[in-house]
C-alpha cells in the first residue's frame, strides 16, 4: 500500500485504502455463499431395521478349548489330541451356523502352542475365535 496524500508534500497519508479489502472480503463472501448449500444437501441412504426378538436358529454351544502350559488341550474338559482336535474343528466347521471357538489359555502357556492352535482353527475352517480371559482383581 502506497502511503500518500495524492499531493507531492511528502507527508504520511492520514487515510487506509480500503478497497483491496473490500474486494477479497467480496470474493470470500461469494465463495462461502456458493459452497454453503453445497455442504448442507446430504447423501440419504435407506438402512435395513434390525428386529432383536426374531431369531431363526437356536444359540450355538460354543466350544470350549482350555490349553496348559505344557501343551495339553482339553475341549469341553475332555483331554483331546492334536489330531482328535482337528477332526473336531472340521465337524464344527461344517455346522450352520459355525459355533465360537473360545480358548482358555493359562497365562504361562508358550504363544506358539496358542498360535499352532489358532493355525489349525482357521485350516479347518474356523471363522468365530475368541479368548476368554479374567476381570481384575
Do not use: C, W
Amino acid at each position: 500500500m502506497a502511503m500518500s496524500t495524492g499531493d507531492n508534500s511528502g507527508g504520511p497519508m492520514s487515510e487506509i485504502n480500503v478497497t483491496p479489502l473490500v474486494d477479497v472480503m467480496l470474493v470470500l463472501l461469494i465463495i462461502f455463499m456458493i459452497t454453503a448449500p453445497l455442504m448442507s444437501h446430504r447423501i440419504t441412504v435407506d438402512l435395513p431395521t434390525a428386529n432383536p426378538k426374531v431369531s431363526d436358529n437356536e444359540p450355538v454351544e460354543p466350544m470350549d478349548l482350555a490349553v496348559k502350559p505344557d501343551g495339553t488341550l482339553y475341549l469341553s474338559d475332555v483331554e483331546v489330541t492334536e489330531g482328535e482336535l482337528k477332526a473336531q474343528f472340521a465337524v464344527a466347521a461344517s455346522k450352520s451356523p459355525q459355533p465360537e471357538l473360545q480358548i482358555r489359555a493359562d497365562k504361562t502357556t508358550e504363544y506358539k502352542v496358542v498360535k499352532k492352535v489358532l493355525a489349525d482353527a482357521k485350516e479347518a475352517g474356523m471363522v468365530h475365535v475368541g479368548f476368554i480371559t479374567t476381570g481384575k482383581e
